[in-house]
């Protein structure tokens, strides 16, 4: 069982579409993290929020739009993606940015671009 | 920057032991991780150790660290076909200005032939 929940866990979308990837985390942690997931590719950090507050986006285009409204909720908002964009996206959370404890991972939402 | 090197496949049978083997370049890790990744699945934390231990035994599983070659390595004993599934090395350093950053590696496909 995880602390973290993404949903949903599947995504079929086309470019023109606007949809949201939810995550929300019942571990008490103060940072959240957005991954990508491609195959035969590193996992890329996308985006880290430490106390709601985005600290961290890795150059990421701007049809991703992260939004994290409190410490226990984090979400991806998608429009006009690309079928690159068609990977696993990992939501994780971690104690604190400033702390070196592990990240916990959610189970991911698989995206399909048509 | 930081570099987290692994090989990309392992096969072994049934019973047998699998080492994965990680190599990592940041010497100012303060603690290394492997995570876990079954199909479909999100990443599991399965063990870590502290830079400054060179073993950690944990049930079946084992590692070894040599700090001085930045050498990590996760030893399953009698492994089932339970565990095939993709091994992520990872480590955590501090980044600067109060932050600490994970470094992933590729991931090991491991295998297991029964």
């Known amino acids: 069982e995880t602390g973290v929940t993404q949903t949903p866990r599947h995504l079929v979308m086309g470019m023109t579409n606007k949809k949201s990837l939810k995550c929300e985390q019942h571990?008490?942690?103060?940072?959240m993290y957005w991954y990508k997931q491609s195959a035969k590719k590193p996992l890329e950090l996308m985006f880290v929020?430490?106390?709601?507050?985005?600290?961290e986006n890795n150059s990421v285009p701007s049809r991703f739009s992260p939004e994290c409204p409190n410490s226990s909720h984090l979400f991806l908002h998608l429009h006009t993606l690309q079928p690159e964009d068609s990977a696993l996206y990992l939501c994780?959370?971690?104690?604190?940015?400033?702390?070196?404890?592990?990240?916990?991972f959610g189970d991911g939402t698989r995206l399909s671009i048509l | 920057g930081e570099d987290v090197e692994q090989s990309l496949f392992l096969s072994v049978r049934e019973g047998d032991s699998s080492v994965i083997n990680c190599t990592y370049t940041?010497?100012?890790?303060?603690?290394l991780y492997w995570y876990k990744q079954e199909p479909g699945a999100g990443l599991q934390l399965l063990t870590y150790?502290?830079?400054?231990?060179d073993m950690k035994q944990d049930q079946r599983l084992t590692v070894l660290l040599n700090k001085k070659d930045k050498h990590l390595s996760l030893r399953i004993a009698d492994t089932q076909t339970g565990d095939s599934a993709i091994y992520f090395c990872?480590?955590?350093?501090?980044?600067?200005?109060?932050?600490?950053?994970?470094?992933f590696g590729k991931g090991t496909k491991l295998s297991v032939i029964p």
């Open positions: 940041d010497s100012s890790s303060t603690y």
């Open positions: 929020y430490s106390l709601e507050e985005r600290v």
């Open positions: 571990l008490g942690h103060n940072a």
């Open positions: 150790i502290f830079s400054n231990m």
């Open positions: 990872a480590e955590i350093a501090y980044s600067g200005a109060g932050s600490y950053q994970l470094t």
């Open positions: 994780a959370s971690s104690q604190s940015r400033q702390s070196n404890q592990p990240q916990h």
